[in-house]
């Protein structure tokens, strides 16, 4: 094996492992975003008082 084709390889793995490291960090960012829209339906989010409660529109 030549010494580019080991340069290359190694460029590769590096390059691989940047962008499982980048693609991890986007999958923690979706889940976060995915629980606090969760928890805002839920109504379990940090909110003002009556804020998200029922609101009568029948008077």
């Not at 340069?7 to 629980?35: H, P």
């Not at 805002?40 to 009556?50: H, I, R, V």
Request: proline share 2%; no cysteine.
């Amino acid at each position: 094996m030549d010494t580019m084709a080991i340069v290359s390889s190694m460029l590769a793995m590096q390059s691989s492992g940047a962008q499982g490291q980048i693609q991890a960090s986007f999958i923690k960012q979706n889940a976060e975003a995915e629980k606090a829209a969760v928890l805002t339906l839920l109504g379990t989010a940090n909110l003002a008082p009556g804020v998200g409660s029922n609101l009568n529109i029948a008077a």
